[in-house]
């Protein structure tokens, strides 16, 4: 059980890139990306974990309560940043790829089309 | 899954192409599970820095939410960094996204109402929950020092607030509460301060982002110095980006048209 926090980042990771790979719908492939992305999350906060602590928020607990590290959970919110930019982004270009090509299927996009 | 679309010479067809990720799947996770097992039992880390931070953050900055202590204060430099990520993707996003050549506005007047097609109750919750969405994002932006929350998260909730005057009224109505040269200004605003908190921080106090005004009581709503103010001016920009990407969406969905006759 010790590892099973990483163990479920990794499953997260190839689940999203299963999706990519069978992707027939580029909206679709965008959603999988995040599922990829949000593995790391995952990752981030089970390095941070430590047994018997609680949310680093000291406002009405004693200062030197045992607290999971600060420091990965603010690079987690980073991260979800970062995603959020990304996804927006890349459905912005996918509204362009349907009005310029018609189709939204990987599959029917040509390199050497036009 | 109906008739393929016609394979170029040398393309794998979708179930080869399946197979072979399978393939490469499981080496991958052997890779990642064999280089994940030298990490500790992750109940049994102690994270030395995050001890470090939890142990100074409330005396050094008068912040009790050290999550948010990090962000705008030891990291603060990384965040102006996030920050202009977000900023330099919503201007993408409206360059993607521009009225073409071959495309015109549609005529507000002719939209869809979306009165018919939403039931009242929808309606209603929506327009009753948009004053507490407001609220709710002014009281996670300003107590980020205090509790979790903060600019990034505030100015989300913010933003969701005129999605549900979309969703609870028309496009039109939508419009007319989001005045887009004040959105873009306040985007702006709310970068541009960050950078000049920091500023004010080299001048004052000699480095950039250091903080320079009184820290006050921790756990008190006027305490932690800059740490509030640049919550604050992030989320301004957050609220700014986060409509401008709704607003460019939804314009793409009902409002630009192609011309007829137009198109691929």
Redesign the interface.
């Known amino acids: 059980m010790s590892f099973l926090p990483y163990a479920v980042a990794v499953w997260i990771c190839l689940v999203g890139l299963y999706g990519v790979v069978t992707s027939r719908h580029l909206v679709h492939t965008i959603i999988c990306l995040s599922v990829v992305q949000s593995s790391t999350y995952v990752l981030l906060l089970a390095v941070g974990y430590r047994k018997d602590s609680v949310a680093p928020v000291f406002i009405d607990i004693p200062r030197d309560t045992p607290a999971v590290d600060p420091v990965v959970q603010a690079l987690t919110l980073t991260d979800v940043v970062v995603g959020g930019a990304v996804t927006a982004l890349l459905l912005a270009i996918a509204v362009q790829i349907e009005k310029h090509l018609d189709t939204l299927d990987p599959d029917e996009l040509d390199p050497l089309r036009d | 899954m109906e008739t393929?679309?016609a394979r170029?010479p040398g393309e794998l067809s979708?179930e080869a192409?399946?197979r072979l990720?399978?393939v490469g799947?499981v080496g991958?996770?052997a890779l990642?599970?064999s280089g994940?097992?030298g990490?500790p039992?992750?109940?049994?880390?102690?994270?030395l820095?995050?001890?470090v931070?939890?142990?100074v953050?409330?005396?050094e900055r008068s912040t009790?939410?050290?999550?948010t202590?990090?962000?705008f204060d030891y990291?603060g430099f990384?965040?102006l960094g996030?920050e202009f990520?977000?900023f330099a993707?919503?201007l993408?996003?409206v360059l993607?996204?521009r009225r073409?050549g071959e495309e015109r506005r549609g005529r507000l007047d002719r939209l869809p109402r979306h009165r018919h097609t939403t039931s009242a109750a929808v309606r209603l919750t929506c327009v009753a929950l948009v004053g507490p969405t407001v609220l709710l994002a002014i009281y996670i932006t300003m107590h980020g020092h205090?509790?979790?929350g903060g600019g990034?998260q505030g100015g989300v909730i913010a933003a969701t607030a005129l999605l549900l005057v979309y969703l609870g009224s028309d496009y039109a109505t939508m419009r007319r509460l989001r005045p887009m040269a004040l959105v873009e200004t306040a985007k702006a605003a709310g970068a541009g301060s960050f950078v000049l908190i920091g500023v004010a921080g080299l001048i004052v106090a000699g480095s950039f982002l250091e903080n320079f005004l009184p820290l006050g009581t921790?756990?008190e709503l006027v305490s932690a110095g800059t740490i509030p103010l640049l919550s604050l001016a992030v989320g301004i920009e957050v609220a700014g980006a986060f409509v401008l990407?709704l607003s460019?969406?939804l314009d793409?969905l009902l409002v630009i048209r192609?011309k007829r006759g137009g198109?691929?």
């Open positions: 393929a679309p170029r979708f192409r399946r990720f399978l799947a991958l996770a990642l599970l994940l097992s990490l039992d992750y109940r049994d880390v102690t994270p820095y995050g001890q931070i939890n142990g953050a409330v005396e009790t939410a050290v999550v202590a990090v962000n990291r990384d965040t996030e990520i977000l993707a919503a993408v996003l993607l996204l073409l205090l509790t979790p990034f921790p756990g990407l460019e969406f793409q192609r198109g691929a």
